[in-house]
């Protein structure tokens, strides 16, 4: 069976699509949306209009799961509504029994999408470890082990900066 490729707006914003005459795409309303560049919204909205590409909503269950494994990460701090989104509807996709293929430049998009056992297409081609942030304060040191999206010390109140917990080499 064939495998669904999901299309954050990079994907969109370029002409990658065109690589891949057979595939399936899937993006969601908000990410076309973003889609501000006049070419890139035409050729997206062709993409629909043929039956090529699906704009999918996200179900709240995946939403919560794709919360807990981005904080897990340390990456639900920086992932826009959009991004958690796209993700989630991967993971629905995913539970369906497809194999799904996150297309995205952005590396938290697809940090959390390499912890959730998709595969990943990085356009910037510069993705090679998984990372697990940690929050640490620059001001007395405390250091929070689960990224959440509370960004203040606890302790003295100064914003929590991220720094690089684990990294995992992807093959
Ligand atoms: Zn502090």
Request: aromatic share 4%; glycine share 6%.
């Amino acid at each position: 069976m064939k495998g669904v490729f999901v299309l954050d707006a990079a994907a969109l914003l370029s002409n990658w699509t065109q690589q891949y005459p057979d595939s399936e795409f899937v993006t969601t309303r908000g990410i076309l949306d973003e889609l501000r560049n006049r070419p890139s919204r035409e050729r997206a909205e062709r993409l629909v209009l043929i039956g090529r590409m699906r704009v999918a909503d996200s179900d709240p269950d995946s939403v919560r799961d794709v919360g807990l494994a981005a904080s897990k990460l340390g990456d639900l701090k920086v992932l826009s509504d959009n991004d958690v989104s796209l993700l989630a509807i991967a993971l629905s996709i995913q539970g369906a029994g497809r194999t799904v293929t996150v297309v995205s430049s952005d590396f938290s998009v697809l940090n959390t999408a390499t912890a959730l056992e998709f595969r990943i297409v990085d356009l910037t081609a510069k993705m090679r470890h998984q990372i697990t942030w940690i929050l640490r304060c620059p001001a007395c040191g405390h250091k929070e082990q689960q990224g959440s999206k509370e960004s203040e010390c606890p302790v003295c109140g100064t914003k929590l900066t991220r720094r690089r917990k684990k990294s995992k080499r992807l093959d």
